[in-house]
């Protein structure tokens, strides 16, 4: 658990910095601290220090029909315009 604060401070430390210091905001700097970030988020998980909430667990399971929702739906429209000559 120690282990996982410690990247966390790291990783948001390094964002600080890179704004504080005016660094340049590329893949080059940022890249290594979303994986720092990364990094520690799973160590905090696997040490069962990240509290499971049931609403964002339920939107992670939708997550796909929501995301194919939007798709479905201007199917649906552009063949109902088609259909009845609403152009």
């Known amino acids: 658990?120690?282990?996982?604060?410690?990247?966390?401070?790291?990783?948001f430390g390094g964002f600080a910095l890179v704004d504080i210091l005016h660094l340049p905001?590329?893949?080059?700097?940022?890249?290594?601290?979303?994986?720092l970030l990364v990094l520690s988020a799973l160590t905090l998980e696997a040490a069962g220090r990240?509290?499971?909430?049931?609403?964002p667990s339920l939107l992670g399971n939708a997550s796909y029909s929501i995301y194919l929702w939007p798709t479905f739906?201007?199917?649906?429209?552009?063949?109902?315009?088609?259909?009845?000559?609403?152009?």
């Not at 658990?1 to 990783?11: H, Q």
């Not at 905001?25 to 994986?35: N, Q, R, S, T």
Request: glycine share 4%.
């Open 73 to 87: 739906a201007i199917s649906l429209a552009a063949k109902a315009v088609a259909t009845f000559n609403l152009d």
């Open 25 to 35: 905001f590329d893949e080059w700097m940022i890249g290594p601290l979303a994986v």
């Open 50 to 55: 990240v509290p499971s909430l049931r609403v």
């Open 1 to 11: 658990m120690v282990f996982g604060l410690a990247l966390t401070a790291l990783a």
